[in-house]
């Protein structure tokens, strides 16, 4: 028995912020951005909240399934901008698409979101939990952004991916092994410290700017190569599989310069890396779910074509999966 992805699709706002947005208040330059991140351009969510580009990416995912929502028996939603710190964002999905039979609940492992999400939908799936699993990966990263630090500013954007996950038609296709890791002590390096427990959202933590991103860029740069790198090749090595074995390469999308040098340590050519960061930048938990959606609305998938995603979060949290592609099911 096995799970697969039997739909998906996504949503980006249609608001575009180029480069030259920056340039405008921020000391910065197109030349910097492009070269340091291979980013051009991002979408911003002018108004709504993360459950809002849930909405219209779950309802595509449903027609494309030819589903009902009251079919959906569990909602995961994978966010580290959830619309409240409770009800989970799961709840507000269940009510605004009517799944009058789903449970759910919401995720949170930064970037790495939407991959523990799809480890742990294949979970329910293959112990009987459930049958059809929404699972959503979404973050309005604007919301949390430091829109005057060049150093963040310009690397995230908004979006959502959503796909249903239920029994593959064949146990040899669909979510086949996956390697997860968190390592608790690079928690210091990429952060948001307000509005939880330990710094409640009041004045103080707003003053001093704890409401925003912190984040370390050289020492989350340094370990997302590495650790994205080791849990491909740990993947590969137990799966027995060689380089010219992986179809497509679907990376979490942080830096251009991050996702070229895992590309090379794994050995892969550039026209198996999936490229999705230079349109849309950082969509932290949207990245992965984004680009297969694309790669799938490109028609560019077929029937056991080996997927290898792989990312790297605050935490630290990372990991890889092997996904052999087949929207069929029992
Ligand atoms: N425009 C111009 N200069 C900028 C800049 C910008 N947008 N952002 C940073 N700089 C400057 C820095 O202030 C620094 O200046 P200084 O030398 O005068 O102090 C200089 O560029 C080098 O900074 P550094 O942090 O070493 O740059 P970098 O090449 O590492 O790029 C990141 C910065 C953030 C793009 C890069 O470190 C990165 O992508 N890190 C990973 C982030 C990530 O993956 N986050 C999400 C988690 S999945």
């Not at 991002?42 to 108004?47: D, I, W």
């Not at 449970?103 to 523990?116: P, R, T």
Request: with cysteine.
């Amino acid at each position: 028995m096995s799970a697969t992805i039997s739909a998906i699709s996504h949503y980006l706002p249609p608001t575009i912020i180029e480069n030259s947005y920056f340039e405008n208040y921020l000391d910065t330059t197109n030349e910097w951005i492009l070269k340091r991140t291979g980013i051009t351009q991002r979408r911003f969510l002018l108004e709504g909240a993360t459950s809002d580009m849930i909405v219209p990416a779950a309802k595509r995912c449903l027609e494309m399934r030819r589903i009902k929502p009251k079919e959906i028996d569990c909602i995961i939603v994978t966010t580290v901008t959830p619309d409240y710190s409770f009800p989970a964002t799961a709840c507000l999905v269940q009510d605004k698409l009517g799944c009058k039979n789903a449970w759910g609940f919401d995720i949170s492992a930064a970037c790495c979101g939407f991959l523990y999400g799809l480890i742990t939908a294949n979970a329910m799936v293959n112990s009987g939990a459930a049958k059809k699993v929404l699972l959503c990966g979404a973050d309005k990263m604007t919301s949390i952004l430091d829109l005057n630090d060049r150093s963040q500013a310009v690397i995230f954007g908004d979006g959502a991916g959503v796909c249903i996950v239920e029994q593959s038609d064949d146990p040899r296709l669909g979510i086949i092994d996956h390697v997860a890791h968190i390592d608790g002590s690079g928690g210091k390096y990429l952060r948001k410290e307000a509005g939880g427990s330990h710094l409640p959202p009041w004045h103080s933590a707003v003053k001093l700017e704890d409401h925003y991103i912190h984040q370390e860029g050289q020492a989350v740069y340094k370990n997302a190569v590495s650790e994205m790198s080791n849990a491909v090749l740990e993947l590969m090595k137990r799966q027995r599989m060689k380089k010219n074995d992986i179809t497509w390469f679907v990376p979490h999308q942080a830096n251009m310069r991050i996702i070229k040098s895992v590309g090379e340590k794994i050995g892969l050519p550039d026209e198996k890396v999936v490229i999705t960061i230079d349109k849309f930048g950082n969509t932290t938990s949207a990245t992965i779910p984004t680009a297969i959606s694309l790669l799938n609305e490109e028609r560019k998938l077929r029937i056991g074509d080996n997927l290898i995603l792989a990312s790297f979060g605050g935490g630290f949290t990372w990991g890889s999966l092997l996904l052999k592609w087949n929207p069929y099911v029992k």
